[in-house]
């Protein structure tokens, strides 16, 4: 399953409402490190049926970067119960990244 692209429009049904976990990825085309945690998210999403992973375009959803506090990116939070659990900032490698979101 591939990584789905969502907005702020989307955000409340896409991460809130979701009846599984939800890895959501802030991030921006512009932002090398985000290149290089894009194709570990998409790798991760085809290993897992049991958690959601969407990414959200920092520059054009300005609610969603200001509601979770994204100062800074790659910004990847694990949602669960419409809670955000886990919060990794920067750009780490697949088993550094699958650990600390407790995948």
Known sequence: MAV?????????EEVMQSDRPVIVDFWAPWCVPCQHVSPILEELSESRDDVRFVKV???DNPNAV?????????????????????????ALPKKQLSEQLGL
């Open 4 to 12: 789905k692209e969502i907005t702020d429009a989307t955000f409340e």
């Open 57 to 59: 375009n920092i520059d």
């Open 66 to 90: 200001m509601s979770y506090n994204v100062l800074s990116i790659p910004t990847i939070i694990r949602f669960e119960g419409g809670q955000a659990t886990k919060k990794v900032i920067g």
